[in-house]
């Protein structure tokens, strides 16, 4: 089964400060994506990638921004915090169809 | 942009019962359509998925697709109490995006 890690697994900032989302997956997917999850909503997409170097915008990308630096390797950065980024944030990949995700970053921002 | 919608919101039922539940999507070009299954702390993982219209079986689980009237739904045989999980569905149009619905939360009583 794929695997795709996430880090930090928790996280508490204030607002304005810097977060970094690290996720890495070692299956060699193309493809990466960045959710977030929040109660009513489900998952909405905020950036996914099909290589390193690529980013394209999903639904929700205001006040995110995303790098994949590598394969393995994809980022999300908040760089201005708000409390309405307080939420659960999944890391997946993919290569084709079947998304595998990541345990999660739980993110609280005061 | 597509739109995808989940019924109901949650649903109790008993142990050895049959359990349906539905999602309605807006594009018609969709392509793929999948369910996902995640328990209570944990990652969604994949369920199950289809490309054509009709059903697909896998063991007590069967996915139902109806292009036509942008419907599809997933059906679990004789439930059991460690299929309690947020169901998610998706639909995707293709650029492997995937729209994921708001959600069932399914609790099966022993």
């Known amino acids: 089964e794929a695997a795709v890690t996430q880090s930090p697994r928790n996280k508490v900032t204030v607002t304005g400060g810097n977060v970094t989302l690290s996720c890495r997956q070692t299956n060699s997917h193309n493809y990466m994506y960045w959710y977030r999850q929040d109660t009513g909503h489900g998952l909405r997409l905020i950036h996914y990638?099909?290589?390193?170097?690529?980013?394209q915008i999903g639904d929700v990308p205001d006040g995110y921004k995303a790098t994949r630096t590598t394969q393995e390797d994809f980022f999300l950065l908040l760089e201005l915090a708000s409390p309405s980024q307080t939420s659960l944030y999944f890391c997946?990949?993919?290569?084709?169809?079947?998304?595998?995700f990541g345990p999660g970053t739980r993110l609280l921002v005061l | 942009q597509q739109k995808v919608q989940q019924s109901p919101e949650s649903l109790i039922v008993p142990e050895g019962a049959m359990t349906s539940l539905n999602c309605t999507f807006s594009?018609?070009?969709?392509?793929?359509f999948a369910w996902y299954r995640q328990h209570s702390g944990k990652a969604p993982k994949a369920l199950m998925s289809i490309f054509s219209n009709g059903e697909k079986e896998e063991g007590r689980f069967t996915i139902h697709l109806n292009k036509a009237s942008l419907h599809f739904s997933l059906h679990i045989r004789d439930s059991q109490p460690s299929d309690s999980a947020l169901y998610l569905c998706a639909a995707s149009s293709g650029s492997w995006q995937l729209i994921f619905g708001s959600g069932t939360q399914l609790t099966v009583m022993p």
């Open positions: 594009d018609s070009a969709s392509q793929y």
């Open positions: 997946a990949s993919s290569d084709l169809d079947t998304q595998y």
């Open positions: 990638s099909y290589g390193a170097g690529n980013l």
